[in-house]
């Protein structure tokens, strides 16, 4: 069992930044792939961002490409989501997710564990 828990959601100006924690506990945490998630309110929940185990791959949706940043820390089983040049459109809940997948999966039924979400919201 893994227990994740988002924090650093808040208000921005569209421009502005804002980053974005999950902290794991439970197995251990290097022994999944990390992803983020996002949902509007009346839209399903998409695909942002992931990154293997490992570190070394890392996927993003073309919506955020060039605009956000995923790292991790396995020695503090906690990974992380850099928001720059923020949009209104990407006001949402962002949750953060955990994959026994080796890859980067984008679909979210590929991943087992949930965090409770952290909203953003982007004004205009």
């Known amino acids: 069992q893994v227990q994740l828990v988002e924090s650093g959601g808040g208000l921005v100006q569209a421009g502005g930044s804002l980053s974005l924690s999950c902290a794991a506990s439970g197995r251990t945490f290097s022994s999944y792939a990390m992803g983020w998630f996002r949902q509007a309110p009346g839209k399903e929940r998409e695909f942002v961002t992931a990154i293997s185990w490992s570190g070394a791959s890392t996927d993003y949706a073309d919506s955020v490409k060039g605009r956000f940043t995923i790292s991790s820390d396995n020695a503090k089983n906690t990974v992380f989501l850099q928001m720059n040049s923020l949009k209104a459109e990407d006001t949402a809940v962002y949750y953060c997710?955990?994959?026994?997948?080796?890859?980067?999966?984008?679909?979210?039924?590929?991943?087992?564990?949930w965090g409770q979400g952290t909203q953003v919201n982007v004004s205009s």
């Open positions: 997710a955990a994959s026994a997948v080796s890859s980067v999966p984008r679909h979210p039924g590929l991943y087992k564990f």
